[in-house]
Nanobody, 121 residues
Framework: QVQLVESGGGLVQAGGSLRLSCAASGRTSSRYVMGWFRQAPGKEREFVAAITWSGASTYYTDSVKDRFTISRDNAKNTMTLQMNSLKPEDTAVYYC??????????????WGQGTQVTVSS
């Protein structure tokens, strides 16, 4: 089992920045892909970004490329999502997850409880 806890969400104006963190505990020795997903009210959960265990490869949905950066520190069992140039459409609950895929939420085994990000216009 892996437990994931997100932090760093909040309210920010459009154009601002936020840094989300995800702390993992439990069976962290497994080489999971780590990812961020988000869900806005009335919408399905969508993929945001993912990073391989080594950190050598990262993946982003098109709408956040060049604005968001995903990273991880396996020694500290943490993952971060640096979000710059935020837009109102980035408003959602953000979830971190651990699994074996990149963009398919069905292949993520473990999920955090989510953290709210609200971007005002």
């Amino acid at each position: 089992q892996v437990q994931l806890v997100e932090s760093g969400g909040g309210l920010v104006q459009a154009g601002g920045s936020l840094r989300l963190s995800c702390a993992a505990s439990g069976r962290t020795s497994s080489r999971y892909v780590m990812g961020w997903f988000r869900q806005a009210p009335g919408k399905e959960r969508e993929f945001v970004a993912a990073i391989t265990w080594s950190g050598a490869s990262t993946y982003y949905t098109d709408s956040v490329k060049d604005r968001f950066t995903i990273s991880r520190d396996n020694a500290k069992n943490t993952m971060t999502l640096q979000m710059n140039s935020l837009k109102p459409e980035d408003t959602a609950v953000y979830y971190c997850a651990a699994g074996s895929s990149y963009s398919d939420p069905a292949r993520y085994n473990y999920w955090g409880q989510g953290t709210q990000v609200t971007v005002s216009s």
